[in-house]
């Protein structure tokens, strides 16, 4: 394992007390441990937490800030956060008006934020949670655990605190959170692993001329292994299952292009380029295209493409101020 | 059996999962993520560390307090699953100073009822409670049947061996090795097997 690291048992400190010395104007670092909230707390409004395994940054502590998340949870690098710790980041930003934990779909993460939750009620505060599962690589149906959550989250987040933002009520951020989960879908592809530190070796192998269709952000099974292809023909892949998932035609939506860590932006380019192309000839509307590092699995290469189905709500709330270290706008 | 007794079987308990870690750790690596074994040897050997400071509390408090120190130090989806196990554990023996075999029952029933509801899952999943729910049974059966205490545990532990080696038959439908599919049958399911050293540990004390 050859990595810029010290210790392997610092890792996710050293990396989350460099992330504050970064940004010391959007996080602070509570002193009970691992979690970030937002610099300058904002009163009277839905506060919105998220969180899970560090490796995926940016994702999520780097959305904290003005429009987006108040706290963030990271727990060890792909092994979700703990319930004291996630309690923690509740109490420390409920204003009164109610907390919404956007959480991933996998069974630790679902189970951690849900014991968190009945700590908080315990408590007296109101917290609510909603469940991000944009990934069509893996089947949704009642003998598997669901849909993971990948990189759509990055955009459902973005819309959420922004409705948080303008002071609705917990209701109405969970509605609007809801809609957002509704509409998104993703699907990714890789072609070289990544080790996490504490393991030492790469989380599976894949030969030189291979590629691995659907995998998940911590280097779990896609769908199925192929032969390597060209940007175009991944594309099409991709694009075929998202298509098929949902129906686009005749909306507007927002494109995610997404680098699993290795891949750089000149790849994402490429295949952004055949993207829209293919969209514009399936009748659907590319309102606002992201490209870049946005929900990494630490260097993995690869790439994700994740659509959203927008409508006018939907529009305003992405377009809406954001200020945090990884989206403003 | 007071909170002395009870602190050696967790003491044994400990030093059974750090003794099995990497064992722990390959099964899990055939169908999850490959950290069973470390998460729950960290938290086992924080709860071991920190047994000292709970040989104060009554059963119930003790139990509770291991079932908090799990949670907050295993992580992943084990956490919260045996944290509540031994919190609920803990549930069913409140107000109580000495404890009897039918409390423990009623204390591995409460466990049962907590992890059931926290994985919203139940017997046939490939998970922990296919070696919990029949050890449970094994143990309320030979009781029944007028079996002393050491013996309607040695019954609740080869039933949960029999319960880990049935999770090889079958799919998981929950957890990460429900991504899978059909791809998990053949592999032992690395939680029931977590279980199985646990109650392991229970008889082993006992019978001493």
Redesign the interface.
């Known amino acids: 394992m050859k990595k810029f690291i010290n210790a392997v048992s610092d890792v996710e400190n050293e990396m989350i007390q460099g992330m504050v010395k970064a940004y010391p104007q959007y996080l602070r670092k509570l002193d009970c441990g691992n979690v970030l909230v937002r610099a300058e707390r904002k009163e009277n409004k839905v506060a919105l937490i998220g969180g899970g395994g560090s490796g995926h940054e940016p994702g999520h502590c780097g959305y904290i800030g003005e429009g987006i998340l108040d706290a963030c949870v990271p727990g060890a690098v792909f092994t979700s956060p703990t319930p004291d710790m996630i309690y923690e980041g509740i109490k420390s930003i409920d204003t009164g008006k109610g907390v919404l934990m956007m959480v991933m779909n996998y069974t630790g993460d679902v189970m951690n934020f849900e014991m968190a939750a009945e700590m908080a009620a315990d408590e007296g505060i109101q917290v609510d949670q909603v469940i991000i599962n944009d990934d069509v690589a893996v089947k949704d149906s009642t003998w598997t655990t669901g849909r993971r959550g990948v990189a759509g989250a990055v955009l459902v987040n973005k819309i959420t605190g922004a409705k948080a933002e303008s002071g609705a009520s917990l209701e109405e951020v969970k509605a609007v959170a809801e809609k957002a989960i509704a509409n998104v879908r993703t699907m990714g592809a890789a072609i070289s692993p990544c080790t996490i530190p504490a393991a030492g070796r790469p989380g599976f192998e894949i030969g030189e001329d291979e590629i691995e269709i659907g995998i998940g952000v911590h280097g779990e099974p896609g769908t199925y292994r192929d032969k390597m292809m060209t940007a175009d023909q991944i594309t099409d892949i991709l694009l075929e299952r998202i298509l098929g998932d949902l129906d686009f035609t005749g909306r507007e939506v927002a494109v995610l292009i997404n680098s699993a860590g290795a891949t750089p932006l000149m790849e994402l380019f490429i295949i952004n380029n055949h993207v829209a192309d293919v969209l514009a000839s399936k009748n659907i509307k590319v309102y606002k295209t992201f490209c870049g590092e946005y929900m990494t699995s630490l260097e993995m290469a690869g790439f994700s493409i994740t659509l959203l189905r927008l409508d006018d709500e939907l529009k305003e709330l992405l377009d809406a101020k954001a200020v945090t270290p990884a989206f403003t706008c | 059996m007071n909170t002395e007794g009870l602190i050696s079987i967790i003491k044994n308990i400990a030093e059974k999962i750090d003794m099995e870690k990497d064992f722990l750790g390959e099964l899990d690596s055939f169908i999850g ?3 069973h074994g ?2 729950m040897a960290r938290g086992f050997n924080e709860v071991k560390k920190k047994l000292p400071e709970f040989s104060s509390l009554e059963p119930a408090e003790l139990l509770k307090s291991v079932g ?1 120190t799990l ?7 084990s ?3 045996y ?2 196990a031994f919190m609920k554990a803990g549930a069913a023996l409140k107000g109580k100073e000495n404890f009897d075999i039918n409390d423990f029952v009623s204390a591995l029933e409460l466990a049962i009822e907590g992890v059931m509801k ?2 919203r899952s139940t017997q046939g999943e490939k998970t922990m409670l296919d070696s919990m729910i029949p050890s449970l049974t094994a143990l309320k059966t030979s009781l029944a049947n007028g079996d002393d205490s050491i013996t309607a545990l040695r019954e609740a532990v080869a039933a949960a061996e029999d319960g880990v080696y049935y999770t090889k038959t079958i799919a998981a ?4 090795a ?4 059909v791809r998990s049958i053949g592999y032992q399911d690395p939680g029931a097997t977590s279980y199985k050293m646990i109650i392991e540990s229970v008889y082993e004390t006992l019978k001493q």
């Open positions: 993520d490959g950290d470390i998460n908090m949670v907050a130090t295993v992580g992943g989806a956490g919260p699953l944290g509540t926290r994985g439908t929950k957890g990460r429900s991504y899978l599919g």
